[in-house]
């Protein structure tokens, strides 16, 4: 993705096209075009590293949730074919864990919304802490999260949600807020509305259970 190296890109591209007019007065020994081209590279490759890094910036503010500062749904749909070919190079799997907070209306009922956006900020960093940097954290949208797992087997995305489903048990019991989640394996050339329709299916299990983690194995 070029946004991810537009600073490198940007700065690189002036330095090139810097020396480029550089060596050109060398070969044609035009002293004072020299010179030019020098202070010429400077300009090019300090505008290049600016400008790309609020190219950078911009990026990832437009694909940050405000409230949690975790991912949000639109870099799920940009990444996850990324992070699936990835994965099938390196014969590796790759699961999605669809999370939901359990009667979290209920409780912005009661508490009220700002309680209600302290406690999605507690879960997402539950989530973030009990995840491993390569695994990516997104808010999909309300008090619905997102996990991909990358390179684990299903025992292990399972067991971590189940402490990521204990620890938020435990942390919030004063609110009896508690998580139901559906964990999902991405196949090869797999549709993206089928895998969010089995996604939905293994969390709605989950949710009819309460406080759950369920599997598409489980169905």
């Known amino acids: 993705m070029f946004y991810n190296f537009a600073r490198f890109i940007l700065t690189m591209s002036g330095i090139v096209l810097g020396l480029t007019g550089y ?40 694909h940050t949730d405000y ?3 975790l991912w949000n749904r639109r870099y799920f749909y940009l990444t996850l074919d990324e992070q699936g070919e990835r994965a099938f190079s390196g014969n590796k799997q790759l699961y999605v864990a669809m999370i939901d ?20 900020s507690g879960i997402a960093a539950i989530l973030r ?13 309300g008090d619905e999260f997102v996990i991909i797992f990358t390179g684990v087997s299903l025992k292990n995305a399972l067991e971590v949600m189940e402490r990521i489903r204990f620890k ?18 991405l196949e090869r050339n797999q549709d993206l509305e089928e895998l969010l329709r089995k996604a939905d299916q293994a969390l709605y299990k989950a949710k009819e259970q309460k406080n759950a983690v ?3 194995t489980d169905l």
């Not at 907070?101 to 999605?120: A, E, P, Q, T």
């Not at 802490?129 to 949208?141: A, F, L, Q």
């Not at 004063?174 to 139901?180: A, E, K, V």
Request: glycine share 12%.
């Open 67 to 69: 409230l949690t500062g």
């Open 168 to 185: 938020v048990e435990s942390t919030f019991s004063s609110y009896q807020l508690t998580i139901s989640s559906g964990i999902i394996l």
């Open 101 to 120: 907070v359990d009667g979290f209306k209920n409780v912005n009922d009661r508490y009220g919304h700002s309680i209600g956006d302290v406690l999605l």
């Open 23 to 62: 060596y050109f007065g060398a070969i044609y020994r035009v002293d004072d075009e020299r010179l030019l081209w020098v202070g010429t590279t400077i300009i090019f490759a300090v505008g290049g590293f600016v400008i790309g890094g609020l190219i950078e910036k911009l990026s990832i503010n437009s």
């Open 129 to 141: 802490k009990s995840t491993r940097s390569k695994d990516i954290v997104i808010r999909w949208g």
């Open 214 to 216: 369920i599997t598409v």
